[in-house]
């Protein structure tokens, strides 16, 4: 069975979340008897089980102890047969519980000194005194995580002091160690003996009826020994991958870079159809993929993703178009959501323009707009209209704001600054901006993609709930492309980003097979 993991240990750890199920795995081959082989020659657990609950009974009779003597564990509670040899008890039954000897101490009141000071989940601090100086097993009575693999149980050794959020066991050495104890209560969901809705709880007496599978101690040393070994494995693969990962990062990070240095968009496509060739070895993560994606929006906003055509009319043209219109419109008076705007300086343009291009401040083209309040309280959710807020569809309504494509912005939020375009019918909130432009002279889909390759969120107000506003995003700078070039570009954008979805896709579809190899992996290890 070891054989079985250690030759598929690149398999099972390159599933998703793979090396955390793969350390669930161990653990639970470990308690169920499938991690070393049992040597016939081992002394029976039962029988020192037997001897145990024997000793507890008969000292209970002598009115030595309070406790009464617990019930096997039925077969009902034996979620898996255990291997010849091995036995199942009770945590009451193999531990003496030391619970009353530990004691809290408020923070104000410990002085400071080398002793450890434990709670649920580990050291909390150091203090001057201590209670305890022996090995035992320590139990998160609340406070802590009770899942499988959680630290919900661990040693200590030497002179501690323990407060009352851990439960303090002194395991009985003839018949369970320290390490195998921990092990088996790791290994098992403890969630299910957990008591109170708002404090959990682990009480004591759910704490002594957990049921613990118990192989000869030779057996548990073994075990031990091999968890420990395929856990120091785990902590390599681990490593290795977190510098994997990091050297994968850097790599992507430096050739994008090195993709938005081209001079041109005939230079883009050399550059792109090297870059094409190592896609499977290149783009393996989401976040590369995304990043990929960010860096063709770089590219596309700054002209270098379709060649200019000379033919094409300038943008300065279009520009004075949008200039005349607004004033028809608008008149030489400025709205109270306009800002008087300054001479666009050198230091604000970030590249060369290319030909017929021309740099503008975003008020230039656009104006914006708050939505209208609608809570959810009052959507009609049996409605099929969108509703549109700070970060996209919110939910749905039976009533609309807006009567065609409209591009909207997130304004208050985490995602302010979230672009998005609605369908033809929609309602857009007062969490969002509406964004409105002269759609003879701007293409709809080259403004949606200008807008999300620029941070419009830097213009969030610092307060601890981010917003935009049309004041604080008009002065931003942008290029615009000649109107035959916007149209160019966003087919040619389209094109790139079905292609990265098509990726993502891929990566998708290999990490489900991985996962179900996984998955059939592990079912054979522990059938």
């Known amino acids: 069975m070891t054989a079985l993991l250690t030759d598929n240990l690149s398999l099972l750890a390159g599933a998703p979340n793979g090396i955390k199920k793969l350390r669930e795995l161990i653990l639970e081959l470990a308690v169920r008897g499938k991690l070393v082989p049992q040597d016939p020659s081992d002394e029976p657990a039962s029988e020192l089980l037997n001897l145990l609950i024997t000793e507890a009974r008969d000292t209970t009779g002598r009115g030595k102890a309070k406790r009464q003597a617990l019930p096997e564990v039925c077969e009902s509670e034996q979620p898996y047969i255990l291997p010849n040899g091995w036995a199942w008890g009770r945590l009451g039954d193999v531990t003496a519980i030391l619970d009353s000897l530990r004691r809290p101490v408020t923070k104000q009141d410990r002085k400071p000194g080398p002793y450890p000071y434990y709670g649920a989940s580990g050291v909390v601090d150091y203090v001057s005194a201590y209670i305890f100086d022996e090995p035992l097993v320590l139990v998160g009575e609340d406070g802590a995580k009770w899942g499988v693999g959680e630290r919900t149980a661990f040693s200590i050794t030497g002179k501690t002091w323990v407060n009352n959020h ?9 018949a369970v160690c320290d390490d195998y104890l921990v092990i088996s209560l790791t290994a098992q969901d403890l969630s299910q003996f ?4 708002t404090v959990p709880k682990l ?3 759910r704490l002594t009826s957990i049921g613990i599978p118990l192989p000869p101690l030779a057996e548990q040393h073994r075990i031990v020994a091999k968890v420990d070994e395929l856990m120091a494995l785990c902590d390599r693969l681990e490593a290795q991958q977190a510098d994997a990962e990091s050297a994968h990062a850097l790599l992507v990070q430096a050739l994008l870079h090195s993709l938005t ?3 041109d968009a005939e230079d883009f496509a050399a550059s792109w159809q090297r870059l094409a060739e190592h896609f499977h070895t290149l783009f393996t993560t989401e976040s590369s993929i995304d990043a990929l994606k960010q860096t063709l929006l770089q590219l596309a906003v700054m002209g270098k993703l379709v060649p200019q055509d000379p033919n094409d009319e300038p943008a300065s043209e279009l520009l004075q178009r949008i200039a005349v219109e607004r004033l028809d419109r608008e008149g030489s008076r400025r709205s109270k959501s306009q800002v008087e705007l300054r001479e666009i300086d050198g230091s604000e343009k970030k590249f060369e323009l290319p030909a017929g291009w021309e740099w503008v401040r975003l008020q230039q083209i656009v104006s914006v707009s708050s939505g209208d309040g609608l809570v959810s309280a009052k959507m009609n959710t049996e409605g099929s209209v969108p509703v549109y807020g700070g ?7 039976d009533r609309q704001n807006v009567e065609k494509e409209t591009l909207v912005i997130g304004r208050v939020g985490y995602y302010c600054g979230s672009i998005h375009l609605t369908p033809a019918s929609a309602w857009v909130t007062d969490n969002a901006l509406i964004v409105r432009f002269s759609e003879r002279n701007i293409d709809k889909s080259f403004l ?3 807008l999300k390759g620029t941070n419009l969120k830097e213009q969030e107000n610092a307060t601890a709930q981010p917003v935009i506003s049309g004041r604080k995003i008009y002065p931003i700078v942008l290029a615009i492309p000649p109107l035959a070039e916007q149209r160019r570009i966003v087919a040619k954008l389209n094109q790139l980003m079905v292609l990265c979805d098509q990726l993502k896709t891929r990566l998708t579809q290999a990490r489900r097979l991985n996962e179900q190899l996984a998955t059939a992996l592990v079912e054979q290890a522990v059938a």
Request: no cysteine; net charge positive; hydrophobic share 40%.
């Open 448 to 450: 949606f993609w200008l």
């Open 166 to 174: 851990a439960h303090v066991l002194r395991p009985k050495r003839d």
């Open 261 to 263: 240095q081209v001079a």
């Open 203 to 205: 009480n004591q007496a």
């Open 391 to 397: 970060n996209g569809v919110t939910g749905h309504h």
């Open 194 to 197: 957990i008591t109170g809705m």
